[in-house]
C-alpha cells in the first residue's frame, strides 16, 4: 500500500518491488508447501504484476495517480498494459 497505492511515484514503486522481490525470495525458501503459503507466493506474484504495470505506465489513468506524470497520455497509453513472462533459457 505505501509504495503501490492509488497516488504512485516512479521512486516508490521502485522500492516497493524491491521489497517484494525480496520477501519473494524468501518465501521460495520455506518449506512445507502448505495451502496458506501458496497463497502468500500468489499474493506475491500479483503484487509484482500490479507493481511492473504501473511502472510501465508513465500518465495518470482513474485510480492509477502518478505523481510524476499527471496527464493523461490517450497518445502513447489509450491501450491495455500487457506483460510476458520472460522465456528461460533452454
Not at 512445507?32 to 506474484?45: A, D, Q, R, V, Y
Not at 507493481?51 to 500518465?59: D, G, K, M, T
Not at 495518470?60 to 510524476?68: I, P
Request: net charge negative; charged share 20%.
Amino acid at each position: 500500500w505505501d509504495g503501490a497505492g492509488i497516488v504512485r511515484s516512479n521512486a516508490r514503486l521502485s522500492a516497493a518491488l524491491k521489497e517484494v522481490s525480496a520477501l519473494s525470495s524468501q518465501v521460495e525458501t520455506i518449506t512445507p508447501l502448505t495451502p496458506s503459503l501458496i497463497e502468500l507466493k500468489n499474493m506475491l506474484t500479483v503484487a509484482t504484476l500490479i507493481i511492473q504495470s504501473a511502472l510501465l505506465r508513465n500518465e495518470s489513468r482513474g485510480l492509477h495517480y502518478k505523481e510524476d506524470y499527471p496527464n493523461v497520455d490517450d497518445e502513447h497509453f489509450l491501450c491495455d498494459t500487457i506483460l510476458y513472462r520472460e522465456q528461460s533459457p533452454q
